[in-house]
């Protein structure tokens, strides 16, 4: 059974609604790294309740529904999808505690043809229930490896072409050390897909140990962004997105490397160690430089 | 003002409801530590849902009254009151989630003269409310040191001697610099564990751990060392405050086993200081 076209483009996901308290962003804070220098103040500002902010890569955490394209029963190969891409484009400020809603919605299905896989758009927008104010947007993909071939209109998401790296050495390096416990700690945000946690089913999946969160990987892109751009101020970002190009294994050491042009970024991560580009084709918008650093 | 004894005697101490998920379950084990070697199956039993065991010290966190000596009336003066041993006794495995009723009593008012204080014994008995059994009884002291000379019971301290030999097995377990901040998410939100500035104030060059992660982390020792497939095996557990563990450091567990009985200390790798002391254990 291969991929359903035409069923998987009418899909439709019921809303999510999640309450999410401070534990939660803190949680959230200290699976990014936050914390790891526990009397840096900066570090604190994400972990500790006093003068608590929340990371603007958790609108990725909340409200969503997991394991939705397993559970959609659409014909993919499971085993086989991978996480492709991951976006946000922040409106405001995301609350330290609130309740939070979304729905999901498939945008198109680009198929690369047999033997080359297909990839799953989709998208929600996450807003605050009691105020009704929309907080961010947030666009991913799902690279089915094993779906190529699934037919239908051709579909191109040409804003999402990955660009060109800058010529000249990043302008900024931020290296981060991951936890061999990070993944086991990261699926407390919710996704409990067992690929991250369970050895045998990594095995499976062909893996020789359980991989991290794509989205841990995301989440630490945006830390370095908001520490090498933005004085650390979440105020400081509009958007980020990101491919993903290799799996990160927890333990693993991971460069940022950053570009910034005015107010756009250009970013990549490597772990250095295996030779391996593991985001690429990273791309953020910054406001003015007044306001990332509040002057 | 000092401690009224026949007040601290009599003084009540509400009960504890807590409803706690698998989801908590796995946050106190990754709090301790547990998962630092993600491909161990002995680790892996406390923090997958799909096989998930509790660890048997995380029955001292779950409901026990927080700071009840800072209520107003218990006479106690709650600035100078320090953690000063922890035990408990299990009587049957803790379950993964439930929910679970804590009801704790002071038990003893011991005096240790007025240049250490007054040692606050209590007994927090952890029931399931599915069917009100009884799971643990947490054995807390506290030293109030402010509050010596008050003339409470009689001294109960009991002989301790552990074997003279070398210890029969050696434990140490690292801890990450955001050890505390990870750990109170299981509840004990002092911000003497996370506030530098809070800390300093306390006479503290930075944040300290929480006792009951010490005391958290002497357990793992333990089962690993002794019960590493099989944790509710060990059954009864106590140890003595002796210094607080800064996270970052590396806790070293020396155990010594007779038959069922088994004696422990954890110090600090590095520094020879102790951490626990008069540490003993039971094994089923």
């Known amino acids: 059974m291969a991929l359903d076209y035409e069923k998987l483009m009418a899909w439709q996901e019921p809303e999510i609604i999640q309450d999410y308290s401070i534990q939660d962003t803190i949680l959230y804070g200290l699976s990014l790294g936050y914390g790891s220098n526990p009397v840096d103040e900066n570090d604190l500002s994400f972990v500790y309740e006093r003068q608590l902010k929340a990371v603007p890569s958790m609108a990725t955490i909340l409200a969503s529904p997991w394991g939705w394209l397993y559970r959609a029963k659409v014909g993919i190969n499971p085993t086989l999808a991978v996480h492709g891409f991951q976006g946000i484009h922040l409106y405001k400020i995301l609350p330290v505690a609130t309740e939070v809603g979304s729905v999901l919605k498939v945008t198109g299905i680009e198929d690369k043809g047999p033997n080359h896989g297909a990839i799953v758009w989709f998208e929600r927008n996450l807003y605050e229930t009691k105020s009704g104010d929309l907080l961010a947007t947030i666009e991913a993909s799902m690279f089915c490896r094993g779906d190529g071939g699934c037919g239908g209109a051709k579909y191109e998401h040409g804003h999402r072409q990955i660009k060109e790296r800058p010529m000249r050495p990043p ?12 993944a086991l700690i990261f699926r407390l945000h919710g996704d409990f897909n067992p690929i991250h946690a369970d050895p045998l089913v990594a095995l499976k999946a062909g893996f020789n140990r359980p991989i991290l969160h794509g989205l841990c990987t995301y989440g630490m892109a945006t830390k370095a962004i908001l520490e090498a751009c933005c004085d650390s101020n979440p105020k400081g970002l509009k958007s980020i997105s990101t491919f993903f190009s290799a799996p990160v294994f927890p333990g693993d050491a991971i460069d940022f490397r950053i570009w910034l042009n005015h107010n756009s970024v250009y970013f990549e991560a490597v772990v250095s ?14 406001h003015s430089a007044e306001k990332r650093f509040g002057l | 003002m000092t401690l009224h004894y026949e007040t601290l005697k009599k003084w009540k101490i509400k009960d504890i409801e807590r409803t706690y998920s698998a989801k908590d379950s796995i946050l106190y084990a990754l709090g301790i530590g547990i998962g630092q070697d993600p491909l161990d199956e002995n680790q892996l039993q406390f923090v997958l849902e799909d096989r998930l065991r509790t660890l048997p010290a995380m029955s ?41 009723i804590g009801k704790t009593q002071i038990t003893a008012i011991i005096d240790k003269g007025i240049s250490v204080g007054a040692l606050l014994r209590t007994e927090n008995q952890l029931i399931d409310k599915k069917d009100q059994g009884l799971i643990c009884t ?29 210890p029969d097995a050696q434990i140490s377990i690292s801890t990450l610099p955001q050890a505390a901040l990870l750990y109170r998410l299981s509840g004990d939100y002092n911000p003497l564990h996370a506030d530098p500035e809070h800390a300093t104030k306390a006479g503290f060059s930075r944040p300290i751990l929480h006792g009951r992660m010490s005391f958290g982390l002497a357990n793992w020792a333990l089962i690993q060392a002794f019960c590493p497939t099989q944790p509710e095996l060990l059954i009864e557990m106590s140890a003595r405050f002796a210094k607080p563990v800064i996270p970052g450091e590396t806790l070293l567990t020396k155990m010594w086993r007779k038959d069922k009985k088994i004696w422990f200390c954890s110090e600090i790798v590095g520094s020879n200081k102790s951490v626990l002391t008069r540490g003993e254990a039971l094994l089923a």
Not at chain 1, 274 to 286: F, N
Not at chain 2, 61 to 90: I, S
Not at chain 2, 151 to 165: A, I, L, N, T, V
């Open chain 2, 138 to 166: 947490v054995i807390s002291s506290s030293m109030a040191r402010g509050d010596g000379g008050c003339g409470g019971d009689s001294d109960d301290q009991k002989e301790y001697e552990f074997p003279s030999r070398l």
């Open chain 1, 273 to 286: 160690l295996r030779d391996a580009i593991v985001l690429k084709g990273g791309s953020a918008e910054l």
């Open chain 1, 171 to 182: 302008d900024f390096i931020r290296h981060y050390t991951t936890l061999s416990q990070l």
């Open chain 2, 60 to 100: 001292v966190v779950l409901a026990y009254p927080p700071l009840w000596y800072w209520e107003r009336g218990t006479t106690v003066n709650p600035l100078k009151v320090v953690h000063a041993e922890q035990g408990f006794v299990m009587h049957r495995p803790l379950p993964v989630s439930g929910t679970v």
